[in-house]
């Protein structure tokens, strides 16, 4: 979300996502609040500073890591507030671990991304993180059905092996799938709520994600091809969650929330698939963050996400 304000977007997401509230992340607020340094802030005994070249591990904690933990005690805080008595889903998010690995550098400079056993090292501090994450926000809203999100952008570029070194002139090697599969698979089962993983790339490997037991795939609408066609209709009829990003992430006129599903309509009649369907296994959302919108702007995207899902369940044909 913009702004730097906890209590605001607090009070939006819970205001205007009465279903499926979420906890607002504000990069705007510098190191420690953007995406790589909040979720390493929740990494157990791994602890990441920033240095010219971006996020590195670090020996000990030090001031950005207390960062970090500052400004999720702040947005928990805040979302605490404004979820009293809140009985429902709730969704918190963080970013999974290959992205983790390909945005924080080893020590000696290199990308974790190039040690595979760093980036086990990593999964498995993430997975522990997550699990005292979930639990603190239990006891702080103890009605909620959480739903974790994963947050995956780099994971085409992994397999793809289209991450650049540190120094980037080169790329690093591409990860083998059933190595990314089986790490995001270990992470999924040993946290006990559904997993989303979400990613705003074109290529996003579905059918590896459903494989890792993920309960649903967010991704960006406007990225998709008819090649893809096949794997979404499986996906959807064994069951997986789809989150269509359909509504810009920034500033644009759109005042037609039905126009913005036009697309997953159109999907569906293209691969035959129940209409009744689009109530229950679509979710619509932004295309990605909202971070670079404005707060009117993102106020809206979030208002037109709600309205077009209606528009899916009042009138899916």
């Known amino acids: 979300m913009p702004g ?3 209590r605001e977007a607090a009070k939006t997401s819970t205001g205007a996502l009465e279903q499926l509230p979420f906890l607002p992340e504000l990069p705007a607020r510098g190191p420690g609040a953007d995406m790589i340094g909040r979720s390493a802030g929740l990494l157990v005994e791994l602890f990441a500073e920033v ?5 590195r591990f670090a020996d000990r904690p030090g001031r950005d890591t207390r960062r970090a ?11 605490e507030e404004f ?3 809140y009985q429902g889903a709730l969704k918190l998010q963080a970013v999974g671990p290959w992205t983790l690995a390909s945005g924080i550098e080893l020590k000696h400079g290199e990308k974790a991304l190039a040690d595979r056993g760093a980036c086990r090292d990593i999964a498995g501090s993430l997975a522990e993180g997550l699990r005292r994450h979930l639990a ?3 006891r702080r809203v103890p009605g909620a059905q959480l739903v974790l999100q994963l947050d995956e952008p780099s994971l085409p570029a992994v397999l ?3 991450v650049k070194t540190a120094s980037g002139f080169q790329r690093l090697r591409s990860v083998d799938r059933q190595l990314a599969e089986e790490v995001l698979r270990e992470l999924v089962r040993g946290l006990d709520v559904p997993v989303v993983v979400h990613c705003c790339a074109p290529g996003v490997p579905v059918p590896l994600l459903r494989r890792a037991g993920v309960a649903g795939v967010s991704l960006d609408f406007g990225l998709l091809t008819e090649r893809e066609d096949d794997v979404i209709g499986e996906a959807v009829e064994a069951g997986t969650v789809i989150l269509a ?11 037609d929330p039905a126009g913005s599903v036009t697309g997953v309509r159109t999907l569906w009649r293209r691969l035959g698939l129940d209409p009744e369907l689009l109530g229950r296994r679509v979710l619509v959302t932004p295309t990605c963050g909202l971070a670079g919108a404005s707060p009117v702007y993102a106020r809206k995207a979030l208002s037109l996400s709600v309205r077009g899902a209606q528009s899916l369940v009042d009138n899916p044909e």
Not at 70 to 78: I, M, P, Q, R, V
Request: no cysteine; aromatic share 6%; net charge negative.
């Open 51 to 55: 240095q010219p070249s971006g996020w």
């Open 4 to 6: 730097t304000d906890a």
């Open 160 to 162: 793809a092996g289209q």
């Open 69 to 79: 933990h500052s400004w999720l005690g702040e947005d928990l805080d805040a979302l």
């Open 245 to 255: 990003g359909v509504v810009p992430s920034t500033d644009e006129d759109m005042s």
């Open 83 to 85: 979820t009293q008595g």
């Open 136 to 138: 603190d926000v239990r």
